[in-house]
């Protein structure tokens, strides 16, 4: 006799385990985030310091490169003065310079090369023109070299005088080694005075004649009132 089946007919049922509850997400604290954080941000490359870089080409200006420092108050003089007279001639050589180049270069390239001077050094296009024509005042023998130390402005200004002029300030000493802008300077506004003196003169006569004028037309006027 066959063996009955028990479990036909029977549904079986299959139960999934139950899921554990999600626990509660903590509110994120930005304190403890930036505490946690710090020792490796410190690590950082950008965070890192750069090593400082010492030359060790950095020594002090005596002894090899300039000549022993002077103590006393002539030697300080002495020192400085030579110093300056050789900053002042050095314009010279730029002078010289100049005056290759305006002689070699296309008008638009010495118009460039100005630009880029003025701009480069804060140099306006006059001084420029005034080192090379001093340079060539010196040049010619026009002014004499000894007259060099006074600067650029000067020997410029001495050269532009007339011959009439040039001859007043070789006898006034300006033509010598010493001389100074200022001395140079007060030598031109003497020369400008006297023609100052005259033209305020002119003008002058030139207003009383206007009165005149204008008095003997208001006796006119007046007379036919007479």
Known sequence: MPKKDLMKGVEVVHKLPGRKPKPAMRAIDPDEIRRQVAPFADRLPSQTAPTAVTSTTDKPLRGEVLPPVPQSLDEFDAAISEELVRARKSYLRIGELLSVADETLQPEQRAELVKRLGARFDLKKSALTQMMKAFRAIRS?????????????????????????REKAKSAGLFRSGVRQADVRAFVQELKAPRNDKGKKEALEAELERLLARVEKVRAELAQFS
């Open 141 to 165: 023998g026009r002014i004499p070299e000894v007259v060099a130390s006074a600067g650029y402005t000067a020997v410029y200004t001495l050269a532009n005088l007339d011959d009439e002029s």
